[in-house]
């Protein structure tokens, strides 16, 4: 089969790979339907040292399952399934705290001999716990906000619950790329009043209006963190949905937090140090977050997928085939395109 490897910064490749099958009773094999560019593959895209041999990389992925190992459960061929962006048994102690992202028997995409997720197939492990079947056909328009599931649209969510919002929430959220749309999505669903979106590129914070921002802050930095507090009476916001990644937005997260708020950090960090000083403690802030079980949030976000009060899919605004995948990385890195749908 064909799939995606990168072998440094800016090298990525589509090449002929073994075709998955069975090695556990607890395997399931899964042809993909939809997979898609992450704005974490953006961060070895841009920076992965140079290699002679290269990595799988993808992590979310939607498909038909082709074939279930001895042991799997409640999966059949031909079911339609979405896979979380970590695969876990969903039974342990961790997996049942909702944690499945620390399962005991669990693990990433693309590592330790696992298939990525941008490619024709991948093989699951842990089938029975990591798959969610999907009540619809091959062909639905809502892959799109279905393959949301695997990754961004629980990530923002994720955001937002260990923020603590709900009803009347006061929320800031930096970053206008696909997972801050979406935290500005599950905040306003989760009922926040006032969601105060960081970001400057145009079209995409017009969705994020869409998606339920109430005001727009281009401004980054300081001048930035003036216009929040401004905004909120000199106050900042009850919970701060960091969404990027960078010492500069993890800052500002901490300079518009509310005394007594909760900044939630999902953006893959990319610096060593968070300012939990003097000033921070005297505000009683929180820092929360970290990476997103998404298989503890599938179930209950799924409905509203399913019956279209939510479509977190809008956040794909380019589609491609397998093949142009490395023109796929090179436009959102370019950010030219928001987030990138692969149609194998
Ligand atoms: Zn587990």
Same mark, same amino acid.
């Given at each position: 089969m064909?799939?995606?490897?990168?072998?440094?910064?800016?090298?990525?490749?589509?090449?002929?790979?073994?075709?998955?099958?069975?090695?556990?009773?607890?395997?399931?094999?899964?042809?993909?339907?939809?997979?898609?560019?992450? #704005?974490?593959?953006?961060? @070895?895209?841009?920076?992965?040292?140079?290699?002679?041999? =290269?990595?799988?990389?993808?992590?979310?992925?939607? =498909?038909?399952?082709e074939?279930? &190992? $001895?042991?799997?459960?409640? /999966?059949?061929?031909?079911?339609?399934?979405?896979?979380?962006?970590?695969?876990?048994?969903?039974t342990?102690?961790?997996?049942?705290?909702?944690?499945q992202?620390?399962?005991?028997?669990?693990?990433?995409?693309?590592?330790?001999?696992?298939?990525? &997720?941008? =490619? !024709?197939a991948?093989?699951? @492990?842990?089938?029975?716990?990591?798959?969610?079947k999907? @009540?619809?056909? !091959?062909?639905?328009?809502?892959?799109?906000?279905l393959?949301?599931?695997?990754?961004?649209?629980?990530?923002?969510?994720?955001?937002?619950?260990?923020?603590g919002?709900?009803?009347?929430?006061?929320?800031?959220?930096?970053?206008?790329?696909?997972?801050?749309?979406?935290?500005?999505?599950?905040?306003?669903?989760?009922?926040?009043?006032?969601?105060?979106? %960081? =970001?400057?590129?145009?079209?995409?914070?017009?969705?994020?209006?869409?998606?339920g921002?109430?005001?727009? *802050?281009?401004?980054?930095?300081?001048?930035?963190?003036?216009?929040?507090?401004?905004?909120?009476?000199?106050?900042?916001?009850?919970?701060?949905?960091?969404c990027?990644?960078?010492?500069?937005?993890?800052?500002?997260?901490? $300079?518009?937090?509310?005394?007594g &708020?909760?900044?939630?950090?999902?953006? *893959?960090?990319? +610096?060593?140090?968070?300012? %939990?000083?003097?000033? !921070?403690?005297?505000?009683? /802030?929180?820092?929360?977050g970290?990476?997103?079980?998404?298989?503890? +949030?599938?179930?209950?976000?799924?409905?509203?997928?399913l019956?279209?009060?939510?479509? @977190? #899919?809008?956040?794909?605004?380019?589609?491609?085939?397998?093949e142009?995948?490395?023109? &796929? +990385?090179?436009?959102?890195?370019?950010?030219?395109? /928001?987030?990138?749908?692969?149609?194998?």
């Amino acid at each position: 089969m064909r799939a995606t490897l990168i072998y440094g910064a800016r090298d990525v490749r589509v090449e002929d790979v073994p075709d998955p099958e069975i090695r556990q009773p607890t395997d399931a094999v899964v042809r993909v339907l939809r997979s898609c560019i992450c #704005g974490s593959d953006l961060w @070895p895209y841009g920076a992965r040292p140079a290699t002679e041999q =290269g990595e799988r990389i993808g992590h979310e992925f939607l =498909g038909v399952v082709e074939d279930v &190992g $001895a042991e799997v459960t409640g /999966l059949k061929t031909g079911d339609v399934v979405v896979a979380p962006f970590v695969w876990s048994d969903n039974t342990c102690d961790f997996c049942r705290e909702g944690l499945q992202t620390s399962c005991r028997h669990g693990g990433f995409w693309a590592a330790d001999g696992v298939d990525g &997720g941008q =490619g !024709e197939a991948v093989r699951v @492990p842990q089938a029975h716990g990591t798959l969610v079947k999907l @009540p619809v056909g !091959e062909d639905s328009p809502l892959l799109p906000s279905l393959l949301a599931l695997s990754d961004v649209f629980p990530t923002g969510h994720h955001c937002a619950v260990t923020a603590g919002v709900g009803p009347h929430t006061s929320v800031t959220v930096i970053g206008d790329g696909a997972v801050g749309l979406c935290a500005v999505l599950a905040a306003r669903r989760l009922g926040a009043e006032r969601i105060v979106l %960081m =970001g400057r590129h145009k079209a995409r914070t017009a969705l994020g209006r869409e998606f339920g921002a109430t005001d727009l *802050v281009s401004e980054r930095g300081g001048e930035g963190i003036e216009r929040v507090r401004e905004l909120t009476g000199g106050d900042g916001t009850q919970a701060v949905l960091e969404c990027v990644g960078t010492k500069e937005a993890i800052e500002t997260a901490f $300079a518009v937090a509310r005394a007594g &708020g909760a900044v939630s950090r999902v953006g *893959v960090p990319q +610096y060593e140090e968070v300012p %939990m000083g003097f000033p !921070e403690f005297l505000r009683n /802030l929180t820092l929360t977050g970290g990476v997103a079980p998404a298989r503890a +949030y599938i179930e209950e976000l799924l409905p509203e997928v399913l019956d279209g009060t939510i479509d @977190p #899919g809008r956040v794909f605004d380019r589609t491609i085939g397998l093949e142009d995948v490395a023109d &796929g +990385y090179r436009a959102m890195a370019a950010r030219e395109a /928001l987030k990138v749908l692969i149609r194998p």
